[in-house]
């Protein structure tokens, strides 16, 4: 069974920094792509990050030089680094784990940035 869990979220301070992690069972996660995606309240999911298997990313403009995703295929986890944060980064962050043509979800976890 697979499962995707993630944590790290909270509240900070605008310009302050968040780390999330997220840990997947039950899955090759060594072969998996995977990122991040937030949701602020009535918005539509959007992308955040992804790392793929061989190490290459993507990022949305919005987060470009402020998150960095990583990966430790030892320890089954991809890492998003939140770094100069601002108000409209809150949301709930939600990461996936791809393999087989299947997107597996995390229950999400809330980063509320405000002074």
């Known amino acids: 069974q697979v499962q995707v869990v993630e944590s790290g979220g909270g509240l900070v301070q605008p310009g302050g920094s968040l780390r999330l992690s997220c840990a997947a069972s039950?899955?090759?996660?060594?072969?998996?792509?995977t990122g991040w995606y937030c949701q602020a309240p009535g918005k539509e999911r959007e992308l955040v990050a992804i790392?793929?298997?061989?190490?290459?990313?993507t990022y949305a403009d919005s987060v470009t030089g402020r998150f960095t995703i990583s990966r430790d295929n030892a320890k089954n986890t991809v890492y998003l680094q939140m770094d100069s944060l601002k108000p409209e980064d809150t949301a709930v962050y939600y990461c996936?784990?791809?393999?087989?043509?299947?997107?597996?979800w995390g229950q999400g976890t809330q980063v509320t940035v405000s002074s």
């Open positions: 996936y784990v791809d393999q087989y043509s299947r997107r597996y």
């Open positions: 039950g899955i090759i996660f060594s072969i998996s792509a």
């Open positions: 790392i793929r298997n061989g190490g290459s990313t």
